[in-house]
C-alpha cells in the first residue's frame, strides 16, 4: 500500500499552496484534482486578476514564486496600483504544473476521494480516477495517509467525513468569460475620459501594452460612470435589467487584446445557472460590441468551466472565526493569514451588497482550519462565521492558508 504524510484533495489556489509548501519541506504529498488542470478559481473558474490585500500579509512565498514563473513565461503582471496578482489564467496551468513537479508533488487528475476509512493513526484512502482513454472509471489502490487536507471548497472531503458545518449562507454565483480582439487603447481612452473617478477606472502601460480596470452596479449609492451606457443598452433591449446587476472588467496579463469579465453575477433562482450564465454572457458580449468604443470587433473567446462560488459548506473547526474577531484585529499565536481585505458581501437585491472596510489588519488563526488533528480544511470552506469567510475568500488569503498550513504540518 502506498504511504504518503500528507493527501490533499482539491488543486485550486489553497490546495496547489500547500502541496507545493509540504512538498518542499520534505513531505511525501499526493494531490487529486478533478479537473485535468490545476489552478482552481483562477483557471477553472477565470478569477483574475487576485484581489490586492495587505502589505504585511504572512505565508507569500509560494504567491512570489508563482508570480515569477509566470512573469518568465509573459503569464503576470504589477498593476499600477502594486498588485501582483495580475495572473493569465491558461498560462497559469502551466506554471502550476511546472512547480509542483519541480519539488516532487505527486498529481492524480480528473480523479476524486471515492472512500476514506479512519484508523487510529491514518486514514486509509479509495481514490477513482476518470479514465477517459478507456472511457471507464478506474478504481485506484488504497492510500493511506497521516494528514488529509480539504482543499475542494465545498468540503467535500468533511462531508464524507460527517463533520458537523456552520449555518448555511450564500451569496450570488457568477460565471466569468473573457473577450478578444478588443482595441484596449481605444477603450481605455474612452473610458479614462467618461470616468474621472480613479478608485472606479484606472489604466497604465506596461511592457508596451495597455491595462486597464473599470466597473458598474446597478445600486443607487455610487455615481456610476458607465450607468448611462448600461440604461441605453436596456432600454435598446440588448441586455436585461438583471444583466446590469453587476460588471467589472480587467486587462488579462500578456495580452493585447483580451479583457476578463467579472459577470455575469447570476440573481435568477434557477436549476441551471450555466445556461442563465452563458445566455447572459450572450447578451453582454453584444452590448459591449455596440456601446463600448474598442470592442466593436470583439467577441467571446473563453467562457468559465466552473462557476464562480463566493461561499458553499462551512466547516466547524476547532476555532470558528468571526467578524468581530476580524473587526477588531484580535491577535494569536499561531496566524496563517494577515489581511486587510473588506467584508465583501454580493447580494441578488439592488442597494442590498455589503463592502465593509476593515480599519485594521486582522489574523486567522491556524485552528480555524483544523477539524481534528488529522484533518484539515484550507479555502473558502474554512471554519469562520458567514461575514468573516466573506473577507477571507479570496485568493491570496487562500494562497495563505495553504502555505500557512503546510508549515504547521511540516514542523509536527
Given at each position: ?42 483557471t ?13 500579509a ?10 515569477d514563473?509566470l512573469?518568465?513565461?509573459g503569464g ?27 519539488v ?6 480528473e ?85 474621472k ?27 456610476w ?31 493585447y487584446?483580451s ?10 433562482n ?23 468604443p ?104 487562500c ?14
Amino acid at each position: 500500500m502506498n504511504k504518503y504524510d500528507i493527501i490533499i484533495a482539491g488543486g485550486g489556489t489553497a490546495g496547489c499552496a500547500c502541496a507545493y509548501t509540504a512538498a518542499k519541506l520534505g513531505l511525501k504529498v499526493l494531490l487529486i484534482e478533478k479537473n485535468s488542470f490545476l489552478g482552481g478559481s483562477i483557471t477553472s473558474s477565470l478569477v483574475v486578476p487576485a484581489m490586492k490585500t495587505s502589505k504585511n500579509a504572512i505565508n507569500t512565498d509560494f504567491f512570489n514564486i508563482l508570480y515569477d514563473k509566470l512573469s518568465e513565461i509573459g503569464g503576470a503582471i504589477t498593476y499600477i496600483d502594486g498588485n501582483k496578482g495580475w495572473f493569465n489564467p491558461e498560462l497559469t496551468k502551466i506554471a502550476l504544473d511546472s512547480l509542483l513537479s519541480e519539488v516532487g508533488v505527486e498529481i492524480i487528475f480528473e480523479s476524486y476521494v471515492k472512500e476514506i476509512k479512519e484508523n487510529l493513526l491514518s486514514y486509509i484512502v479509495t481514490i477513482e480516477n476518470n479514465n477517459r482513454i478507456s472511457s471507464q472509471q478506474v478504481l485506484l489502490p488504497c492510500i493511506e495517509t497521516k494528514y488529509i487536507v480539504d482543499a475542494t471548497g465545498d468540503a467535500k472531503i468533511c462531508q464524507k467525513l460527517n463533520c458537523e458545518f456552520l449555518e448555511k449562507k450564500s451569496q450570488p454565483i457568477n460565471l466569468r468569460f473573457i473577450m478578444s480582439g478588443v482595441n484596449v487603447n481605444k477603450f481605455s481612452e474612452w473610458i479614462m475620459d467618461l470616468d474621472k473617478d480613479r478608485d472606479v477606472t484606472s489604466s497604465c502601460i506596461i511592457d508596451g501594452k495597455t491595462y486597464l480596470s473599470t466597473a458598474y452596479t446597478w445600486d443607487k449609492n455610487k455615481d456610476w460612470a458607465l450607468r448611462p451606457v448600461f440604461r441605453q443598452g436596456i432600454k435598446d433591449g440588448i441586455i436585461t435589467e438583471e444583466d446590469s446587476n453587476y460588471f467589472q472588467i480587467f486587462s488579462v496579463a500578456g495580452t493585447y487584446d483580451s479583457i476578463a469579465f467579472n459577470c455575469p453575477r447570476i440573481i435568477k433562482n434557477t436549476n441551471n445557472p450555466y445556461i442563465e450564465g452563458r445566455a447572459s454572457i450572450l447578451r453582454l458580449s453584444k452590448f459591449c460590441n455596440i456601446y463600448l468604443p474598442g470592442f466593436e470587433n470583439a467577441y467571446i473567446s473563453s467562457i468559465a468551466n466552473s462557476l464562480g462560488l463566493r461561499v458553499t459548506n462551512r466547516v466547524k473547526g476547532k476555532y470558528i472565526y468571526t467578524s468581530d474577531d476580524l473587526r477588531k484585529g484580535k491577535k494569536f499565536e499561531n496566524p496563517v493569514v494577515i489581511s486587510n481585505y473588506p467584508i465583501d458581501v454580493h447580494s441578488d437585491k439592488k442597494d442590498a451588497s455589503t463592502l465593509e472596510k476593515v480599519y485594521q489588519e486582522y489574523q486567522l488563526p491556524i485552528e480555524s482550519l483544523m477539524v481534528n488533528d488529522k484533518l484539515f480544511v484550507i479555502g473558502r470552506c474554512l471554519s469562520a462565521d458567514f461575514e468573516a469567510q466573506a473577507a477571507l475568500r479570496i485568493i491570496p488569503s487562500c494562497f495563505s492558508m495553504g502555505e500557512g498550513l503546510a508549515k504547521y504540518l511540516a514542523n509536527l
